[in-house]
């Protein structure tokens, strides 16, 4: 969680620079349409090969048969790569068929740049997926720490390359410096698996787990797909908007993810693997307690999360974005989008978990139809709000699409572990619930005060800083007087973890996350 932490606010670093750079400008809205393709691929095979390779590799690994779980690791890596290099080189020369499609409401100047960005980007679709694989392979021996530096790697990459760049490749800049990103995210990983030693240059077709992967993974692929083609909705339907309205968007979005990328990500990578050994155990009340105590974590941090992005939109933006070419007008309108795009987090946070769930005890086909299912209500949505919402009705469909996903997904975890301790979870809602809205009078309270900070960074840091203490500090003391029950089960999950710095022995699962 520390790494995802910092790779969560190196992301952010990322956001500013490209925010002082490019703002909401057309250049940036072309960068991001540009980005579509190796961004569904980074959530489709990172998330699609890690949920169908876990299982299988862990699975030889538990059984004491390294040699043939490494022989269909090796398979996977030299084969993927081998095809993947295939498809970058037909997506350079495909490009000018298939980014048009992705921004059709672009003018052609502005197609043509974002054809030339599209191919600067191919190359990283092969570190991309191998970067998944990694991933699997390090998580099915417990190892979480490499997988979790990717982000920094790409993050770090990517701000050194703008800032030293920018003024001779303009935003170009950004489109290397995320390129070389991508890159260093697998490279990040690599030293991890040949220090293993286990690494050969094997291609064994005819492995049965790479047959048994395959009879699960594409269900998964569709199901990651289906996830990820909101993005490429989104940037389809937005191109034919004002300029800005891409990025903006983008802002918004970023900002929304900062809680569940730290909080309901690293629940959802820790639980993984302990929720497979507890199904394959066929021990359903473990699982389904594992599932309660992830969700009401994931309760406990995002129910006051969404309410203090809603309330505190525009200081957020304006303390972290505002500046260079990111002005007051773009602060407006990111501003003005944040709360759309916040009501789904919860939603959000609990699908992570609740998806991972599925995936672990191999109930795959239901969560690629809901996925899908998913997908087809925010096309449905956003074309009804496009023409009188705009960017905010695209942001809300993607929220309610959301809500809806997890919810018939949580129908189907309850049928999978038999049943689900509902009382636990309802009382969980409702105390978080109101400790919230306590902290939300608050927070009007002082933005009722008309105190306003000086135009500095400084003091707009300062001033969202005080106010966001506050507000914690309110949402903590009601929750402890209301005994909300999350509230001791994280203090003594983080209070064991730094007490023993190494994760809580397999036998206990009280509490899987810590």
């Not at 802002?251 to 993810?257: C, G, I, S």
Request: proline share 5%.
């Amino acid at each position: 969680m520390g790494a995802t932490l910092g790779s969560t606010l190196l992301g952010f670093g990322r956001e500013v620079v490209s925010a002082k750079y490019y703002g909401t400008q057309w250049q940036m809205d072309t960068f991001l349409a540009a980005a579509v393709v190796p961004t569904i691929l980074f959530g489709v095979f990172n998330g699609a090969l890690v949920s169908a390779l876990v299982p299988t590799f862990s699975e030889y690994i538990t059984h004491g048969n390294d040699d043939e779980g490494w022989r269909l690791a090796n398979t996977v890596i030299n084969g993927l790569f081998l095809v993947l290099a295939v498809c970058a080189v037909l997506g350079y020369f495909l490009a000018p068929w298939f980014v048009p499609v992705i921004a059709h409401g672009f003018p052609p100047p502005q197609m043509g740049v974002a054809i030339h960005m599209t191919r600067w980007l191919m190359p990283s679709i092969i570190a991309v997926s191998l970067s998944g694989v990694f991933t699997a392979i390090l998580n099915s021996y417990h190892r979480f720490r490499s997988a979790a530096l990717t982000g920094i790697a790409i993050n770090i990459i990517t701000i050194g390359t703008v800032l030293m760049l920018n003024h001779r490749l303009g935003i170009f800049a950004l489109v290397l410096g995320t390129s070389l990103g991508l890159i260093a995210q697998m490279l990040v990983q690599l030293p991890a698996i040949l220090l293993s030693g286990r690494y050969r240059f094997t291609l064994d077709i005819h492995h049965p787990g790479l047959h048994r992967i395959g009879a699960v993974l594409g269900p998964i692929v569709v199901g990651s797909a289906a996830g990820q083609t909101a993005l490429f909705f989104d940037r389809y339907f937005a191109s034919t908007l004002t300029p800005g309205y891409i990025a903006g968007m983008n802002y918004a979005t970023k900002l929304v993810n900062f809680p569940q990328q730290i909080f309901a990500a690293a629940i959802a990578t820790v639980i993984f693997p302990l929720l497979a050994a507890e199904f394959a155990k066929s021990n359903r009340a473990g699982v389904g307690q594992s599932v309660v105590v992830g969700l009401r974590l994931v309760n406990f941090i995002i129910i006051p999360a969404v309410c203090a992005l809603i309330v505190l939109a525009r200081p957020i933006v304006q303390t972290l974005f505002e500046r260079g070419n990111f002005g007051p007008t773009a602060t407006d309108l990111c501003a003005g989008l944040l709360p759309f795009a916040a009501v789904g987090l919860l939603a959000l946070a609990a699908n992570v978990v609740l998806t991972r769930v599925c995936f672990a005890c191999n109930e795959t086909n239901w969560a690629v139809v809901v996925s899908v299912i998913a997908v087809a209500i925010n096309v449905v949505l956003s074309l009804a709000w496009l023409p009188t919402l705009g960017a905010r009705g695209l942001l809300l469909a993607n929220s309610l699409s959301q809500i809806f996903q997890a919810a018939l997904l949580l129908t189907i975890v309850v049928r999978i572990v038999r049943g689900v301790d509902w009382m636990a979870l309802v009382i969980s809602v409702l105390k978080i619930g109101a400790a919230s809205a306590v902290m939300v009078g608050a927070l009007h309270w002082i933005q009722a005060l008309g105190v306003q900070p000086a135009h500095t960074f400084v003091s707009r840091a300062w001033f969202l800083f005080g106010q966001i203490a506050i507000g914690a500090l309110v949402f903590l003391a009601v929750a402890r007087i209301l005994e909300v029950e999350e509230l001791p089960l994280v203090v003594r999950l983080i209070l064991e973890k730094f007490a023993k710095n190494i994760p809580s022995a397999p036998e206990n699962r009280e509490a899987p996350i810590a």
